[in-house]
């Protein structure tokens, strides 16, 4: 949570951190194929929720509300934090560190992009924010999974790559 939105996380009972459990036991669940009978008889997919055999789609719909909320809240979080758009790129690295110090915005992933964000007229400025949302939301699940074993590199490993590859420009 720290790197990706900048937020401490409580020691026990968090919120953020339930979130992100229960989005990815759901991810894990549908991702054992076999599961649901959707997987073997694809055309089940067209079948009302109220159907005998249905019951996934009352879970996928459960799922796709634990997502959206597990992207979404942290996000608009930071974008409260965010009291105002920076003037242009050059003064966005001032404007940060303004706001660091009277502690309106810690930096994180989420605040680098939504600086980055177009201006609130432009038309691609939805599209933009949906984009910058899932990119936050990614970097946060697949940093909070990492696992610290010798198979597997360290998460700061990860986020510097995932940093480098998309954040740097």
């Given at each position: 949570m720290d790197i990706s939105y900048g937020i401490k996380v409580q020691e026990t009972d968090d919120r953020y951190i339930s979130l992100a459990e229960e989005s990815l036991n759901g991810l894990n669940e549908a991702a054992i194929v076999g599961t649901f009978w959707v997987d073997l008889v694809p055309i089940l997919k067209y079948v009302p929720s109220w159907f005998p055999g249905a019951g996934f789609q009352k879970k996928a719909a459960h799922w796709r509300e634990i997502n959206a909320t597990m992207s979404?809240?942290?996000?608009?979080y930071v974008q409260e934090q965010l009291v105002g758009e920076p003037f242009s790129r050059?003064?966005?690295?001032?404007?940060?560190?303004?706001?660091?110090?009277?502690?309106k915005a810690a930096p994180s992933v989420a605040a680098?992009?939504?600086?980055?964000?177009p201006d609130e007229d432009d038309p691609q400025?939805?599209?933009?924010?949906?984009?910058?949302?899932?990119?936050?939301?990614?970097?946060?699940?697949?940093?909070?999974?990492?696992k610290w074993t010798p198979n597997h590199g360290r998460p700061a490993d990860y986020f510097i790559t995932f940093y480098q590859a998309v954040l740097t420009p």
């Open positions: 979404g809240k942290p996000f608009r050059a003064h966005a690295f001032f404007y940060m560190v303004i706001l660091q110090k009277i502690g680098t992009l939504i600086e980055r964000l400025r939805p599209m933009e924010e949906k984009v910058a949302q899932d990119v936050a939301a990614v970097a946060y699940v697949g940093l909070w999974s990492c």
